[in-house]
C-alpha cells in the first residue's frame, strides 16, 4: 500500500489550494479515505472523510464550507479543495486509509499560509 499527497505549498491568506493523494498497492475504490492535518506544535486533526463511491463526504465543523474532498476512483486518486485559505490551516496535510482505523498514511504535504 502506498499513499502520495502532492499539492502543498505557499499560499495567501483567502487563497486556494488543491491538494491530490495517489494511491497504489490495493483497490482504492473499496475504502473509505480520510485527510488529516498536523499544525505545528498540535495533535491530529481529521478534516474530511469520503466514502468508498464517493457519494458521500464529511467534515468537522471547523472546516465545512470551506473544504471539498473527493475521490477519481478511475485514476485512484483522492482529491482535497481547500478554499478561503487561513493561517490557522497551515498544516502538515496526510491522507489516510480506512479499514475499522486509519491502517495506512501517506508522508504528507506541507501547506503554508503567509502573506
Known amino acids: 500500500v502506498q499513499l502520495v499527497e502532492s499539492g502543498g505549498g505557499l499560499v495567501q491568506p483567502g487563497g486556494s489550494l488543491r491538494l491530490s493523494c495517489a494511491a497504489s498497492g490495493f483497490t482504492f475504490s473499496n475504502y473509505w479515505m480520510y485527510w488529516v492535518r498536523q499544525a505545528p506544535g498540535k495533535g491530529l486533526e481529521w478534516v474530511s472523510a469520503?466514502?468508498?463511491?464517493?457519494?458521500?463526504?464529511f467534515y468537522p465543523d471547523s472546516v465545512k464550507g470551506r473544504f471539498t474532498i473527493s475521490r477519481d476512483n478511475s485514476k485512484n486518486t483522492l482529491y482535497l479543495e481547500i478554499n478561503d485559505l487561513k493561517a490557522e490551516d497551515m498544516a502538515q496535510y496526510y491522507c489516510a486509509r480506512w479499514d475499522y482505523a486509519m491502517d495506512y498514511w501517506g508522508k504528507g504535504t506541507l501547506v503554508t499560509v503567509s502573506s
Open positions: 469520503i466514502n468508498s463511491g464517493g457519494s458521500n463526504t
